[in-house]
């Protein structure tokens, strides 16, 4: 069983900077992708970026240039680094580790609160 764990969140001003992790231990990280997702309050979970097992990523538009995701896959560990970050970043992120077979695996989150 995977159990994908994140951490990194907490509380930054407006044009900081957080580094998220997500250590997913359990499977065969390196066949896997992995997603960050974010649910603001109140509103749908959305993707936030992706790094597929060959290091392919993909952002959300609104992401896009402020965020970064990689992987080291020796440690099973992906990372989302967020820099210039707005109020409306605050969110629970969370990540998903997707299996080569296709099964999801959710994370709990973990807070990120971005104050003006």
């Known amino acids: 069983q995977v159990q994908p764990v994140e951490s990194g969140g907490g509380l930054v001003q407006a044009g900081g900077s957080l580094i998220l992790s997500c250590a997913a231990s359990g499977g065969t990280f390196s066949s896997s992708r992995i997603e960050w997702h974010r649910q603001p309050p109140g509103e749908q979970r959305e993707l936030v970026a992706g790094i597929s097992r060959y290091g392919n990523t993909n952002y959300a538009d609104s992401v896009k240039g402020r965020f970064t995701i990689s992987r080291d896959n020796a440690k099973s560990l992906v990372y989302l680094r967020m820099n210039s970050l707005k109020p409306e970043d605050t969110a629970v992120y969370y990540c998903?580790?997707?299996?080569?077979?296709?099964?999801?695996?959710w994370g709990q989150g973990t807070q990120v609160t971005v104050s003006s």
């Open positions: 998903k580790y997707q299996s080569r077979s296709g099964v999801d695996y």
